[in-house]
């Protein structure tokens, strides 16, 4: 069983940056992808980044891509998303995920509870 615990996020302003973090717990994170999803209000959930377990792959929506960075700290269970040139579309609830990798929510098992990031125009 893993647990996810996501942090970091809060209220800022467009063109601002934001680093969010997950913390994992209960068993390593060997062969697992970390992903980031996020979920706007009456929006579905939607994939964000995604990482493999040595950090030497990454995947981005096109919404972000070249915006947003992910990366992972195996030896601390962590992974990260430094988050840059916020813009209002960027508010959501931010969700830490652990599984299979890939772009759908289905194939990731294990999720956080989620953090707010608001993006004021």
């Known amino acids: 069983q893993v647990q996810l615990v996501e942090s970091g996020g809060g209220l800022v302003q467009a063109g601002e940056s934001l680093r969010l973090s997950c913390a994992a717990s209960?068993?390593?994170?060997?062969?697992?992808?970390m992903g980031w999803f996020r979920q706007a209000p009456g929006k579905e959930r939607e994939f964000v980044a995604s990482?493999?377990?040595?950090?030497?792959?990454?995947d981005y929506a096109d919404a972000v891509k070249g915006r947003f960075t992910i990366s992972r700290a195996n030896a601390k269970n962590t992974v990260s998303l430094q988050m840059g040139s916020l813009i209002p579309e960027d508010t959501a609830v931010y969700y830490c995920?652990?599984?299979?990798?890939?772009?759908?929510?289905?194939?990731?098992?294990?999720w956080g509870q989620g953090t707010q990031v608001t993006v004021s125009s």
């Open positions: 995920t652990a599984g299979a990798g890939g772009r759908s929510a289905l194939r990731y098992g294990y």
């Open positions: 209960g068993r390593t994170l060997s062969n697992y992808y």
């Open positions: 990482i493999n377990y040595s950090g030497d792959y990454t």
